[in-house]
């Protein structure tokens, strides 16, 4: 069957219960209903491949294992089905196939990151053996709706996601299937455009929950940590409560699954409050928050919670929550019924994007290094599932300003490409009238960050270097031209942007002074510039993309547009230069220079950081620009782990990387300290403790220290710049493309032979090398080389 086969027969199998009601008079912004079909195999066939999606997400259980969370990340442009093989999760003897699917309302502005047509619906299409069970058949399925869950609006610390439920799990009714029975024809649209699944599915791992925090029960610590520990299931006597702090061995994305056995009918009612840490008291819950050290249990557990009451027959019965749950610790409340209950386990199983990290690192002589490497990686983990996101524990969105930075971390860690081509395809169908893309997306709540479309573009850019994939870049051309026209059409009569919409949120980091006020209350915009709604840093940004986006239609073939971007930015520049320079200081200034000198942090890092990388500063003045912006005692808005990433370019192009290197990784060392066992959001408000925005390490590891970079499109030409006076013995591997992979070594040799760097990679491609004096040395096609410091 072919693609488009495919879809035609999945559209002509949309199906969703009867009488529907979108909406409900209780506190939930969703329902869930199930889907039922029973198979019976005398033999079980070697394939059982089906097509699925729904709207808006479902969870395939096949005899009790949950097969698969779908669709991919969707949006009405782009709605993905899914294929898979059900054969290896089939039984000889009678089979039950389960699609749980979770139908979010349609006309309500929760439950951002879920995204859904006015349509609720389910279709498959496949056979198991020699029968049909697509939807098509609805004869052969059984449909109930789900009344006794809630996903409740209006919890203070359940403002993104709306996934935390409120349940008394109770057999519902059955109810009738109908179909939709789409026609199309003369070019109408579906409510769906479906695409087949763009990335692998999610791999699953198991998650150690072993410890035990604190305690207060009847049953005894040992007791706990044996069900725990050797799965000994533990007797909860009956009228009995308990509450037990439990700690996972890290921050985890995870299905949580409590069984629970009874020798007579009886109840259960569970509640789970879910915690990155202990922490203090917070300034203002949930958005800023005081933390320390993350497992000191003297501190507070807080974060959204389940409460659950199960009715557990003479038997059996598990709960398992809809969606995964984020946590590191977890605050379990056991409140049991007349009859005694055995708890026979819980069950986390991490899920995620299958990273398949192919780079490595190992430092001897620093003792953090390895430690900081790796929760890098788990801190990117945890926010990729079906896209690179947001803090999984409160948004799980994803950001174009976020993924930017984070797929080139990926792209060295795995040399994987896919799930950065389904975040730029993504975007480009966000494109807002006026050009711009929105900031997060697919998002049922639309936002656009002024400048998060540029980072959109250099995304694009990055793609292009990384991989030279030139079909994939050249039907974008158009949408990138329009992004950068907006900017133009905002050019100003002083060769400035300014007079940005008021619907376009001008944030550009979460800066301490730059915090909302009643007559500015966006958050994260610079002080400077908010009366004149003139920013230095758009400028910059700006300036800088317009230089990569030159590079980018020379690249593809389409070079015409190249000289025209490059005029923009030179312009661009002299303005800066003029307006956006303070001469006594002798810095750039977060707005124009006559910005009065009174205004709350009118002076920033950022516009440092930005005017080195866009060529505004002098070069020669770069270096003594970012030693002052970055010196401890600096009074200037200071850039979070985010905008770290382009502080450390600033270095490298100013000539002092390895001067400012040690001290830049203060603030993961002091995270490290605090037991955190993945990156935090930022240090202003300290909301979320993992984001992978802060893992920069892996880009400044494998780019920086061991030198391995992309020098033509796709990796033809490799760049070997390796910094060995920041490491003395080193080795590492670098995902060099989709194919190939660099591996980089250095080691103490005698007093006075200095260094001597070695450079192998799996395929041998021209190699270019650069010596301590900064000159560049062409070794042709090759497989190795080395280099004296």
């Known amino acids: 069957m072919s693609v488009q086969q495919q879809i035609d027969a999945l559209h002509r199998n949309w199906v969703w219960v009867k009488d529907w009601q979108d909406s409900s008079l209780d506190n939930t912004v969703g329902r869930l209903v199930t889907f039922t079909r029973k198979v019976h195999l005398d033999t079980i066939p070697q394939t059982a491949g089906i ?60 439950a951002m990151p879920f995204v859904r047509t006015g349509f609720a619906g389910l279709t498959l299409v496949g056979s198991v053996g020699a029968e049909d069970i697509g939807t098509g058949e609805m004869g052969s399925w059984e449909a109930r709706v789900d009344i006794g869950t809630l996903f409740p609006i209006g919890l203070e610390d359940d403002v993104f996601l709306h996934i935390n439920e409120r349940t008394h799990l109770q057999k519902s009714a059955k109810v009738e299937i109908s179909a939709y029975g789409l026609r199309l024809v003369n070019g109408e649209l579906p409510p769906w455009r479906l695409h087949p699944r763009q990335i692998p599915l ?73 915690s990155e840490g202990y922490e203090l008291e917070p300034r203002r819950y949930p958005w800023l928050r005081t933390k320390a050290d993350r497992l000191d249990s003297s ?56 990273l398949s990290i192919k780079a490595a690192w190992s430092e001897p002589e620093d003792q953090f290094s390895g430690d900081i490497f790796d929760i890098s990686i788990r801190t990117m983990r945890n926010c990729m599932f079906d896209a690179y996101s947001d803090c999984p524990f409160y948004e799980q969105l994803s950001y174009s300003g976020d993924s930017r930075s984070v797929g080139l971390f990926h792209y060295l860690l795995s040399g994987d490409d896919r799930l950065v081509r389904q975040t730029i395809t993504s975007f480009a169908g966000s494109i807002t ?265 892996v880009y400044e590891y494998l780019s920086e220290v061991a030198g391995v970079q992309p020098l033509e499109p796709g990796f033809k030409a490799v760049l070997f710049a390796p910094r060995p006076s920041l490491s003395a013995a080193l080795e590492a591997k670098v995902a060099v493309g989709a194919d190939n992979a660099a591996h980089v070594s250095w080691g103490k040799g005698k007093a006075g032979d200095g260094t001597k760097a070695r450079m192998t990679l799996d395929k041998a491609v021209r190699v270019v090398t650069r010596s301590a004096d900064g000159q560049d040395h062409d070794h042709g096609v090759t497989k190795q080389v080395e280099v004296h410091y």
């Open 51 to 110: 097509h699925c999606t729904a709207d808006t997400r479902y969870k395939l259980i096949v005899n009790g294992t949950r097969v698969c969370i779908g669709p991919s990340r969707s949006s009405p442009e782009r709605w993905l089905y899914d294929t898979i093989d059900l054969s290896p999760f089939l039984v000889s003897g009678d089979n039950t196939i389960t699609f749980v699917v979770m139908r979010y309302f349609y006309a309500t502005r929760a």
């Open 433 to 697: 009238p006026e050009g711009l893309t929105q900031s997060r997306y697919p998002s049922q709540v639309q936002q656009v960050i002024a400048g998060f479309s540029l980072y959109w573009v250099l995304q694009i850019c990055d793609h292009m270097l990384y991989f030279g994939d030139v079909s994939f870049s050249k039907p974008l051309l158009p949408l990138v031209d329009g992004v950068l026209d907006f900017f133009d059409r905002h050019v100003d009569h002083l060769g400035l942007v300014s007079a940005l919409p008021a619907d376009v949120w001008q944030y550009v980091d979460w800066v301490t002074g730059y915090h909302e006020t009643e007559e500015h209350p966006s958050k994260g915009v610079p002080t400077a510039g908010r009366k004149s709604n003139r920013h230095t840093y758009f400028s910059m940004l700006y300036a800088w993309t317009l230089q990569h986006a030159a590079r980018l239609v020379r690249q593809v073939g389409r070079p015409q547009y190249a000289l025209e971007y490059e005029q923009r930015s030179d312009a661009l520049l002299v303005a800066i230069r003029r307006h956006c320079f303070d001469p006594k200081l002798r810095i750039f200034t977060d707005s124009t220079s006559d910005v009065p000198p009174d205004t709350p942090t009118p002076y920033s890092q950022h516009a440092q950081v930005f005017a080195v990388l866009c060529g505004a500063a002098d070069p020669e003045d770069s270096a003594r620009l970012l030693r002052t912006a970055f010196h401890p005692d600096t009074s200037l808005g200071k850039c979070s782990y985010v905008m770290m990433f382009y502080a450390f370019r600033a270095f490298a192009k100013a000539g002092i990387y390895d001067e400012m290197y040690a001290d830049a990784w203060d603030p993961w060392r002091r995270m490290i300290g605090q037991n955190l066992s993945t990156w935090e959001e930022d240090d202003v408000r300290q909301r979320s403790d993992c984001h992978a925005w802060g893992s920069v390490p």
């Open 299 to 354: 501190g507070l557990i807080l974060g959204p919670h389940d409460e659950v009451t199960l009715d557990v027959p003479a038997g059996e019965t598990s709960y398992e929550p809809f969606w995964f749950r984020t946590f590191r610790l977890l605050r379990v409340e056991l409140t049991c019924g007349p009859s005694d209950v055995a708890l026979v386990s819980l069950k986390a199983t991490q899920t995620n994007y299958p």
């Open 202 to 274: 999610p791999e699953q791992t198991t998650v150690s929950i072993h410890t035990v925090r604190a305690l207060q029960s009847s049953i005894s610590q040992p007791s706990w940590e044996q069900l725990l520990q050797s799965g000994q299931p533990l007797t909860l006597p009956s009228t009995s409560s308990h509450s037990i702090d439990l700690q996972a061995d890290c921050h985890s994305t995870a299905f949580t699954k409590w069984t629970f056995r009874a020798s007579s009918p009886t109840t259960i009612r569970l509640k789970v409050t879910y």
